[in-house]
């Protein structure tokens, strides 16, 4: 098995999930920068050209770090799911991850692509810079709402970590260093955000 692993904030959330769940694997460092993932022999690996990916010991690659998350909970499980032990648990965990995803991960990371990321992906993807502030705009806007949703809760599902959690503090922290930091208004998510930096798997 091997996990193919680079900069940027979908292979960190996968890591950070690997680490929460004790799942160990040899890992392949793939050059984002300079663009090894748009060319073979990657791939043949992912025809995607996207990261991370798992390659399972049957040459089966598992490519979108949601799937790659739900393989390793449910293969590692001598430890607690961060998925859900319920069918409850597990529906508002994909719920949430769901949410985040499309309303605050993918529009806040194609804001920074489109603007400050423009030179390093313009040759590699399709590019509208500019739609980068409206993105941008719309991430803020839903991790306000987010925000104004989380009540007492210390973590977005409720008493427990799950996914959802991982994914939105690997977008969070990976936001603040291109120009989109959390706002200090967001006090809720704020709190939350510093008690996610502090648990060990946050340097994974």
């Known amino acids: ?66 799937a790659i998350c739900e393989y390793v909970d449910e293969v590692k499980n ?55 502030d409206d993105l941008k705009a719309v991430a803020r806007e839903k991790i306000a709402w987010l925000d104004a949703l989380m009540g007492d809760k210390p973590f977005i599902t409720g008493a427990k970590l799950t996914m959802a959690d991982i994914l939105l503090f690997a977008f969070i922290d990976f936001f603040k260093g291109v120009g989109q930091p959390l706002d200090p208004a967001c006090k809720k998510l704020t709190t939350w955000f510093e008690a996610m930096k502090a648990r060990p798997s946050a340097a994974a």
């Open 78 to 132: 001598d430890t607690p799911s961060l998925i859900g032990e319920t069918a409850d648990e597990r529906a508002r965990t994909r719920m949430w991850t769901r949410r985040i995803d499309l309303n605050i991960a993918e529009p806040g990371t194609n804001g920074f692509r489109y603007a400050e990321g423009l030179k390093i992906f313009q040759n590699r993807i399709r590019c509208i810079p500019q739609a980068a």
């Open 1 to 66: 098995m091997k996990f193919y692993n680079s900069l940027g904030p979908n292979p960190r959330m996968v890591r950070m999930f690997m680490a929460e769940k004790r799942f160990t694997v040899p890992k392949v460092d793939v050059d984002l920068r300079g663009g090894e993932n748009r060319r073979e022999p990657y791939l043949k690996i992912n025809p995607s050209g996207q990261l991370p990916a798992l390659e399972l010991d049957d040459g089966t690659v598992l490519a979108e770090i949601t």
